[in-house]
């Protein structure tokens, strides 16, 4: 392996690595992610690729690389438009497609939303809203309509999940898999 390749694959993991701290950090702390991490990041990504083709540091290439980003972008956004997730998210799912290629961002959707469902249940039974979580979940799948009235009329707030960390977690552990 040449050193340029070694450069681009370093280079890489960095990238990814601080893309995903820095936003499960301002995930928690602040209840965002930021635009001025994820938009370099998903430029970075790309830039990565091309420079991984020029110097032949194998998967993943261009192609793979914009794969990711469409992939991951279509995905949470889809659960964006359902109210499901905020357009953080979705960028940051874009952004791990972009530097990590199609199918380490379809590996890490795994681990992601292990961590999600693990960092949901936690948070609900600390806040006590577990049992409550549960029936309307069922509500909304059998009549959804009732569930948003019901809500609605109640004033409850939805519980908030810092979905960033789930992504970083579920993503550092997609890596580790892979590459360690």
Not at 29 to 39: D, H
Not at 142 to 158: C, H, Q, V, Y
Request: hydrophobic share 60%; glycine share 10%.
């Amino acid at each position: 392996m040449s050193t340029e390749q070694l450069v681009v694959i370093v280079t890489r993991a960095l990238v990814l690595f601080v893309l995903l701290i820095v936003a499960a950090f301002t995930d928690i702390a602040y209840g965002k992610i930021y635009n001025w991490l994820v938009y370099p990041a998903i430029a970075l990504g790309l830039l990565l690729s091309v420079l991984g083709q020029i110097v032949d540091a194998g998967r993943p290439d261009v192609v793979d690389c914009t794969m990711g980003l469409a992939a991951g972008g279509a995905l949470f956004g889809f659960f964006f438009l359902r109210n499901w997730m905020g357009g953080a998210d979705v960028k940051l799912a874009a952004a791990i497609g972009a530097i990590g290629g199609l199918w380490f961002f379809l590996a890490s959707l795994i681990y992601i939303t292990l961590a999600g469902s693990i960092i949901a249940v936690t948070i609900l039974i600390w806040r006590g809203r577990f049992v409550e979580s549960v029936r309307n979940s069922l509500v909304f799948f059998f009549r959804p309509a009732k569930l948003k009235k019901a809500m609605d009329d109640a004033g409850t707030e939805p519980v908030m999940i810092p979905y960033g960390l789930a992504m970083a977690a579920g993503s550092m552990v997609a890596w580790y898999i892979r590459y360690v």
